[in-house]
């Protein structure tokens, strides 16, 4: 299983906001290493969506944002549409440095 | 553009070993790190390892020590993933990222296309 958890699916329908929560421990998330996440559409590679908990890259819409406390992290999508309709997955690292996934979670708008 | 290009698709036998590229492209190669991470069909992301492609470094999943090596060729801006005794279970698609550091750990961006590691008899 996974080091960080995430719910396996979402739903909403479009224009609704949604949000992915990803459950950690004091040796990644709780020790103070930031939260990243990630949007796969079928078939590609993912793409980073935030990183550094609350950043969006270049070219990322603002109707995507995140969040970090604690333990734990979360990832909104507001005014959901069809094509945000992708797996999500949150990264952390952690005290052994090694990279930590979230089990990844569907999107069905 | 930063840019990182995968080799083709393998099909390998059971016990065999394969070995894959991820040649890089539009930045200093030697400034950043290449982690791989595989998946398997409609499973989840699975972080194998990285490479300090500067010194040579390497870090390894636990699940996967003994069986992968990670190197590069600074010459060729290319990092390489080999794995060995391959089961069917490693039948996924393999990616290779690039490092972006930070105080609190790093994310991966941008992200190779992938190759297909077909494990079959």
């Known amino acids: 299983q996974s080091v960080l958890t995430q719910p396996p699916s979402v739903s909403g329908a479009p224009g609704q906001r949604v949000t992915i929560s990803c459950t950690g421990s004091?040796?990644?998330?709780?020790?103070?290493?930031?939260v990243h996440w990630y949007q796969q559409l079928p078939g590609t590679a993912p793409k980073l969506l935030i990183h550094?908990?609350?950043n969006r890259p270049s070219g990322v819409p603002d109707r995507f944002s995140g969040s970090k406390s604690g333990t734990s992290a979360s990832l909104a999508i507001s005014g959901l549409q069809a094509e945000d309709e992708a797996d999500y997955y949150c990264?952390?690292?952690?005290?052994?440095?090694?990279?930590?996934f979230g089990g990844g979670t569907k999107l069905t708008v | 553009q930063v840019q990182l290009v995968q080799s083709g698709a393998e099909v390998k036998k059971p016990g065999a070993s394969v070995k894959l590229s991820c040649k890089a492209s539009?930045?200093?190669?030697?400034?950043?790190?290449i982690h791989w991470v595989r998946q398997a069909p409609g499973q989840r992301l699975e972080w194998m390892g990285w490479?300090?492609?500067?010194?040579?470094?390497?870090k390894y999943s636990q699940k996967f020590q003994g069986r992968v090596t990670i190197t590069r060729d600074t010459s060729a801006n290319t990092a390489y993933m080999e794995l060995s005794s391959l089961k069917s279970e490693d039948t996924a698609v393999y990616y290779c990222?690039?490092?972006?550091?930070?105080?609190?750990?790093?994310?991966?961006?941008?992200w190779g296309q992938g190759t297909l590691v077909t494990v079959s008899s």
């Open positions: 990264q952390s690292y952690d005290s052994s440095l090694s990279v930590v």
């Open positions: 490479i300090n492609s500067g010194n040579g470094n390497t």
């Open positions: 990222a690039r490092d972006s550091p930070t105080i609190w750990g790093s994310w991966l961006d941008p």
């Open positions: 004091s040796s990644n998330i709780g020790a103070g290493y930031d």
């Open positions: 550094g908990n609350n």
């Open positions: 539009g930045y200093t190669f030697t400034t950043y790190t």
